[in-house]
């Protein structure tokens, strides 16, 4: 019993200004060569399979090509993430062939796809908390609590009392997208606070054998309950320059001895991401010669500024993504922090009252603006 885990496709992303679909479909073919080589009986993709939930054309065409290739020779289990638009991502999901599963809907959670030799896989969509608290009440525990925790507390119930009702030797498998504490995250994660939390304990996943997890974009492995294997698979490229030293994989899953077994499966790198910074002469010079291939953010350091600084940069480094120049100074200044997906957009709020004000944002500042984020959020899921 073997399966392929990966996830955060974000088929249609662009890397500043860059079009990647050609990048990324080179690795949905070298998914589908791994899955024929490797003999594989699963491939689970745990979520961000678009980049938004109204994806291009040309995206929607790749899926769809890649779908059908993979399901020529393994059974697919698709489920969404946070940039996904579930209803878009799961539409005709009853029409599919049998061998392409996609778990979009919080009803369907626990209705586990059954592949041969007692293999159970559950696939979790997305959970955002304001969606599907009241679609997650029951009878003995009601309504679950505002929280990415309760839901997905919730949500491995039904799991677990599905199991409960089964019989005979069986492997399980979850395939969920959320942010496990223990996982390091990178810069292009979208965030999903929702109360100022964003985290859910590890242990919500116990009882079962692997935990297939998608959101983090670093190949790493979240420390879980006893006798469950949680991991992350990460993205298949590298979406921000916090990724440049990632090892992007897929993870090779056998579940046919007493404990999962897991291998990682390099992908492909179309062009390495690489920080160069030196004096304009200095990357002209040797100091530049090792990067000129790669897609590079580049720091010219100068006392001044050269003069047709862009031009020459490009000149020598054709796949630069970000020119800039900060030249050096003998006496320490702070330089305002850059912010990128992975901060709190409240406390960037709460930063900009400070800014203007010269004073902390009051609780009742902060409240009006979680309040004002969570509902830009909620319209986004609704499109």
């Known amino acids: 019993m073997r399966i392929l885990h990966t996830s955060d496709w974000h088929l249609g992303r662009t890397l ?23 003999s594989v009986d699963a491939l689970v993709v745990a979520g961000d399979v678009y980049d938004r939930a109204i994806p291009p054309v040309e995206a929607l065409d790749l899926l769809s090509q890649t779908l059908a290739q993979l399901a020529e020779h393994t059974t697919v289990v698709v489920t969404s993430g946070n940039h996904d638009s579930a209803t878009r991502l799961g539409f005709g999901s009853a029409l599919m ?15 586990p796809v059954e592949l041969p030799g007692g293999l159970l896989v559950y696939g979790i969509p997305y959970l955002d908390p304001d969606s599907v608290r009241h679609a997650l009440a029951d009878d003995e525990h ?19 009392a599905d199991l409960a009702g089964r019989s005979g ?33 590890a242990g919500a996943f116990a009882g079962v054998d ?26 298949p490229l590298a979406y921000s320059f916090s990724e440049q030293h990632h090892a992007k994989s897929s993870v090779l899953v056998d579940l046919s001895g007493t404990e999962a077994r897991t291998e990682l499966i390099a992908a492909p790198v179309p062009r390495r991401l690489s920080d160069v910074s030196g004096t304009l002469d200095e990357l002209l010079g040797a100091a530049g010669e090792a990067h000129v291939d790669d897609w590079t953010r580049v720091t010219v350091t100068d006392a001044h500024r050269p003069a047709d600084l862009y031009r020459r940069v490009r000149e020598r480094f054709p796949h630069a993504l970000v020119v800039q120049h900060h030249a050096p100074s003998s006496a320490p200044t702070v330089r305002a922090a850059a912010v990128t997906a992975a901060h709190d957009p409240v406390a960037v709020g709460g930063d900009f009252v400070r800014y203007v004000t010269g004073a902390d944002a009051t609780p009742d500042e902060l409240s009006v603006l979680r309040s004002a984020y969570e509902h830009v959020l909620a319209g986004e899921r609704s499109a």
């Open 16 to 38: 500043h200004g860059v079009d990647l679909l050609d990048h990324q479909a080179a690795h949905l073919a070298h998914l589908v060569d791994v899955v024929r080589s490797e």
């Open 97 to 111: 062939r049998e061998r392409v599963r996609l778990r979009t809907r919080v009803a369907g959670l626990a209705e």
């Open 142 to 160: 009601g309504v679950p609590a505002r929280s990415h925790q309760a839901v997905t507390d919730a949500a491995m119930a039904r799991i677990r």
């Open 169 to 201: 030797a069986r492997r399980t498998v979850v395939a969920a997208h959320a942010f496990v504490i223990g996982g390091e995250a990178s810069e292009s994660e979208r965030d999903i606070r929702v109360g100022g939390v964003d985290h859910v304990a």
């Open 210 to 235: 692997y935990v297939a997890l998608g959101h983090l974009h670093g190949p790493q492995r979240v420390s879980g309950p006893d006798g469950t294997t949680v991991r992350y698979s990460g993205s």
